[in-house]
T-cell receptor, first 114, second 115 residues
Framework: QKEVEQNSGPLSVPEGAIASLNCTYS??????FFWYRQYSGKSPELIMF????GDKEDGRFTAQLNKASQYVSLLIRDSQPSDSATYLC??????????????FGKGTKLSVKP | DTGVSQDPRHKITKRGQNVTFRCDPI?????LYWYRQTLGQGPEFLTY????????KSRLLSDRFSAERPKGSFSTLEIQRTEQGDSAMYLC?????????????FGPGTRLTVL
């Protein structure tokens, strides 16, 4: 089982809809969880991170974490064509601790149709 | 505040040659990370530094790879005797202790092609 799993997509949603991106992780010791956006040919860009169970909202983005189910999701409200990109889920075992590296999933490709 | 910079942006080399990449982190960022990304995959961790100390190195990292951060500022990643399987995007990221090291900001990457 891969450490971080995402559906590779593509996920296609119409403009203005809610896009829902999902991620599961295998290590129960994981402490903090990240969503990055990566446009084709560009480097990953941090959208937001979450470390407590529940929801965290930032503008049109909401991250949801359920540690019992080992599940993280990202909701994008009012999706725009400019949101079309690959969304990478990443986990870090220690929040601010000694293990600094992120473990990434393969990413989900999102396409927002005008 | 400038972001993470990497040089060169593209490198084409022949198999067996050595290559060196440079990364300049965001000013005052204590930690610096190297990742590698191939097409259709997420970034894969290689190594990271806290100031000048190399704190962790991936077990997947071949002995042909070496990284340094001699003065705790910029870092270099060297690949010796390159192989075609080394072709990838090499990404550098940095983070700040005051933000709990949680936010890793990536540079534009160096795309390596080994012929």
């Amino acid at each position: 089982q891969k450490e971080v799993e995402q559906n590779s997509g593509p996920l296609s949603v119409p403009e203005g809809a809610i896009a829902s991106l999902n991620c599961t992780y295998s290590d129960r010791g994981s402490q903090s969880f990240f969503w990055y956006r990566q446009y084709s040919g560009k480097s990953p860009e941090l959208i937001m991170f979450i470390y407590s169970n529940g929801d965290k909202e930032d503008g049109r983005f909401t991250a949801q974490l359920n540690k019992a189910s080992q599940y993280v999701s990202l909701l994008i409200r009012d999706s725009q064509p400019s949101d079309s990109a690959t969304y990478l889920c990443a986990v870090n075992r220690n929040y601010g601790g000694s293990q600094g590296n992120l473990i990434f999933g393969k990413g989900t490709k999102l396409s927002v149709k005008p | 505040d400038t972001g993470v910079s990497q040089d060169p942006r593209h490198k084409i080399t022949k198999r067996g040659q050595n290559v060196t990449f440079r990364c300049d982190p965001i000013s005052e960022h204590n930690r610096l990370y190297w990742y590698r990304q191939t097409l259709g995959q997420g970034p894969e961790f290689l190594t990271y530094f806290q100031n000048e100390a190399q704190l962790e190195k991936s077990r997947l990292l071949s002995d042909r790879f070496s990284a340094e951060r001699p003065k705790g500022s910029f870092s270099t990643l060297e690949i010796q005797r390159t192989e075609q399987g080394d072709s990838a995007m090499y990404l550098c990221a940095s983070s700040l202790r005051d933000r709990g090291y949680n936010e890793q900001f990536f540079g534009p990457g160096t795309r390596l092609t080994v012929l």
